[in-house]
């Protein structure tokens, strides 16, 4: 009797520990086939969805997204650009939302006109951009179900991302237009409303055939796989493509991607390039005598950022890319991107390299951009920050200095919402865009201060590695850099991240101490960090003292070869100062300061330097 029970028991917790720590993801294969009338801009669509539900439960409900919704007076996007402080200039008009006043043929939707599982109809509710679906019958762990799907759509005036006649003209930048899918993962579903950020969304394979004005060119995510009927640029070199009727059919195939996004126009150029040892190129942009040398320019810059993420990040996974004139600033999706292209040269350049940056951050490290927004939008300003110095060879010494001063100007402003705030939940844009793109990309420019630069960029490459066509979190990265340099880094990940405690260290007072020279440092704000201690002789020669953080349990090497470095006793968090004891008189002393690297974010860095007098 007694000997069942604890085996009972044990079951019991080995079920718990497996459930708690074995991953698992979603799966989901699309076929669609759309009909899009380019004089009023509607469009039809039927949608198959085979789906997987890989997850340890049973589903009784699912959810699709419905982003066209949003582009409605009274919406939650509407509502929202109305009442906050600082709502985006792109959307609106004197002051005003631009939703607000869109007429009825003007105005987004997305309506769901038909849905079954397996055949059979399904109870469906559409609350603005979400659908709620009650399923016929429950998706059993392991199981798949069936969605067919008829909608119908309307693409909106552009207003935020997508929509019909942009300011360039572009006539649709077709981006979150179809039914999607939400996300289940382990921490439930997302059936988040489309109010400002959007990217979360199921892996899967997408088949999709547009059936379109055959004037119109399209470019977008997914390979065709009839170039030789369509032409357009996409056809075999020296194939006659001979089309019959007003339309054509486009026929794309996307294979593990979670998103599929096109833009068409009848004025686009179509150029390709060929990477020896990479993806296709395609550029599409309107055939415009402004804009035409600046996009042939861009082509070898769009290479060479791409050897440059290859190389630092990993292998770009797909075999095409499109660089696409569109949208309203600078959009990523999979295998492509919409920009807007009247731009002066540096600024095109600068656009493409971050959107591109975004196909390693988003589109194959797919982090859930509402709630760790830092991970898409900050690793990709960081590393397109070090692409654009080397590409457009700027030669800046610390190439996120702009990043730092984004980030100091937001704690100075009292502004300044933690990193876990839903992208949506901030009170200003303006903490939105620093926190997520600024203190993001220091999140990084600072771990390399913390445990190396050479060990930040092998951490990177191994959090690709590890973790591509996935849903890493917030603790993967940690891991990652904790495996990689042997260095505790909860501290960092938690007071980074889930907090607004700032970094201020200080010299507080530098006294002789006999033939040596003692300097009593002091921890002036809540995060901790370890310190590198530049120290100068008055002959001019310097030296680096380094007091690592006790909690780190473990060190950085040299981050300066050719100086000598001295590593002195871990510094414990809980004590406000710290003794440093140099071994030189106080007369042969001519100055200090802490990391003169600047990479430290430290919000008063006027402390952090003593001279003598
Ligand atoms: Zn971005």
């Not at 609106?92 to 769901?112: D, P, Q, W």
């Not at 559409?126 to 659908?131: D, F, K, Q, S, V």
């Not at 705030?421 to 901030?426: K, L």
Request: aromatic residues 12%; proline residues 4%; contains cysteine.
């Amino acid at each position: 009797m007694v000997k069942k029970i604890v085996l009972t028991l044990f079951l019991g917790i080995n079920f718990l520990i497996a459930q708690n720590t074995e991953y698992w993801q979603q799966h989901v294969d699309y076929t669609m086939d759309v009909a899009m009338n380019v004089e009023n801009y509607q469009y039809d669509g039927t949608q198959k969805l085979v789906y997987t539900n890989n997850s340890p439960d049973t589903l009784n409900r699912v959810y699709y997204h419905l982003y066209f919704n949003a582009f409605q007076p009274g919406s939650e996007m509407d509502i929202r650009l109305q009442t906050i402080q600082d709502g985006d200039g792109r959307m609106m008009n004197e002051g005003a939302s631009r939703i607000a006043t869109l007429t009825a043929n003007e105005i987004g939707y997305l309506h769901v006109q038909s849905l079954t599982q397996n055949g059979k109809a399904v109870k469906f509710n559409e609350e603005e951009t979400i659908l709620v679906v009650d399923l016929a019958e429950p998706i059993l762990p392991g199981g798949t179900a069936t969605f067919d799907m008829e909608f119908k759509g309307q693409v909106p005036l552009q207003i935020r991302r997508s929509g019909r006649n942009n300011r360039e003209g572009v006539a649709l930048s077709m981006t979150q237009w179809y039914p999607k899918m939400a996300e289940y993962d382990f921490e439930g579903w997302h059936p988040n409303p489309y109010i400002a950020r959007e990217f979360h969304g199921v892996w899967g394979d997408f088949d999709v055939k547009i059936t379109i004005d055959k004037e119109y060119v399209i470019g977008g995510t997914g390979y065709l796989q009839n170039p030789n009927e369509i032409g357009h640029g996409y056809e075999a070199p020296e194939t006659k493509v001979k089309t019959k009727g007003k339309t054509l059919t486009w026929h794309f195939k996307a294979p593990m991607v979670h998103d599929f996004a096109w833009g068409a126009d009848s004025e686009y150029v179509h150029d390709i390039v060929e990477m020896e040892n990479g993806p296709d190129l395609h550029f599409f942009y309107k055939d415009n005598d402004e804009i035409r040398e600046n996009w042939k320019n861009l082509q070898p810059k769009t290479v060479a950022a791409m050897e440059f993420f290859n190389k630092n990040v990993g292998e770009y996974p797909y075999e095409q890319y499109s660089v696409i004139q569109g949208g309203d600033g600078g959009m990523e999706y999979a295998m492509c991107t919409l920009i807007t292209g009247e731009r002066s040269f540096g600024s095109l350049v600068g656009v493409m390299v971050h959107e591109m940056a975004h196909s390693w951050f988003q589109h194959v490290l797919a982090t859930n951009e509402s709630k760790h927004s830092w991970m898409d939008e900050g690793f990709t300003s960081f590393i397109s920050s070090l692409c654009m110095n080397q590409i457009m060879e700027q030669g800046k010494e610390n190439p996120f200095e702009g990043s730092y001063k984004g980030y100091f100007n937001l704690v100075r402003s009292g502004f300044e919402q933690p990193q876990t705030t839903h992208a949506d939940r901030y009170d200003k844009n303006f903490a939105y865009g620093v926190a997520a793109y600024s203190k993001g990309s220091i999140f990084l420019a600072q771990l390399g201060y913390v445990i190396g630069q050479d060990k930040l960029m092998e951490s990177l490459r191994k959090y690709y590695s590890d973790f591509k066509f996935k849903h890493p979190t917030p603790n993967d990265i940690k891991r990652t850099a904790e495996k990689v340099s042997g260095i505790e880094l909860d501290w960092y990940l938690t007071d980074w991240t889930q907090t607004t405690n700032t970094i201020d260290y200080g010299v507080k007072e530098v006294v002789a101490d006999g033939n040596k020279t003692k300097i009593v440092l002091e921890r002036k704000g809540l995060m901790p960090m370890p310190l590198d201690i530049l120290v100068v002789d008055t002959e001019g020669n310097s030296s680096i003292y380094y007091v690592p953080l006790r909690m780190m349990r473990g060190e950085k090497v040299n981050p300066y070869p050719s100086l000598d470095r001295t590593v002195s006793e871990d510094w414990p968090w809980a004590y406000p100062t710290y003794e440093l004891i140099l071994d030189m008189p106080l007369e042969n002393l001519a100055g200090l300061n802490i990391d003169p690297s600047q990479l430290m974010a430290d919000i008063e860095r006027t402390n952090n330097i003593w001279q003598a007098e």
